[in-house]
């Protein structure tokens, strides 16, 4: 009889099983080409995945962003695309990086000190809970399920500072539309949410909190 085989990782798992198996890839962040690190085990290790290349022309052709000061959130970082653009982009600004992979975070550090740029990556229970973003970037873990997506935005939505934005990227077959409505139903008073854009099968969700 077969011995059985242990569950898949998910890039959302703590301390991925699969071998760390790291690569090269070169991809276009803030307007140029960087080689950066990528692995098996963490939210598309492969390439820039197709959501996050929807979000970040909105976070690099922002005018004014470099700058501007206060702490910024990438959430769910992954191997680190839109923790990179904010550094590259926002000199001036304090980048945090959180995910709940510990291999992803370990990414994170390492690209960040080969493109000369700081980031601070870490679990989230370690971030400051007293610390208000000016903004939150995220690519959000839809599959993680819908509780737990809703537990995890309640979490950090509300530590947007006073006029502060948070930007989500997610797929429309995904429950983009549902996930709008979720927010904008008053679960997170004072803030307002609209539709920022719609490209390649994505909508990118801004949620505005009041100055």
Not at 127 to 139: A, G, K, Y
Not at 155 to 171: D, N
């Amino acid at each position: 009889m077969p011995e059985p085989q242990p569950a898949p990782d998910h890039y959302f798992t703590a301390r991925p099983a699969t071998a760390d198996e790291r690569r090269e890839l070169t991809v276009h962040l803030a307007g140029r080409d960087v080689t950066v690190t990528t692995a098996r085990g963490v939210f598309s290790g492969d390439r820039l995945d197709k959501g996050t290349a929807v979000l970040l022309p909105l976070l690099q052709d922002d005018p004014g962003a470099a700058d501007r000061t206060g702490d910024v959130l990438d959430l769910g970082c992954g191997w680190g695309p839109v923790a990179l653009s904010l550094a590259l982009t926002r000199p001036r600004q304090v980048v945090h990086a959180v995910d709940v992979n510990e291999r992803a975070l370990d990414l994170v550090r390492r690209n960040a000190d080969r493109l000369g740029v700081e980031v601070r990556a870490s679990l989230p229970d370690a971030v400051d809970p007293d610390l208000r973003f000016t903004e939150i970037w995220s690519n959000p873990p839809i599959r993680i399920g819908k509780e737990a997506l809703h537990a995890l935005l309640l979490q950090w939505l509300p530590r947007l500072a006073p006029g502060g934005r948070a930007h989500l990227v997610v797929q429309k077959n995904l429950g983009a539309d549902s996930l709008q409505a979720w927010l904008g139903s008053g679960v997170l008073p004072g803030t307002r949410t609209e539709r920022a854009t719609t490209a390649k099968g994505f909508r990118v969700l801004t949620v505005s909190r009041e100055a």
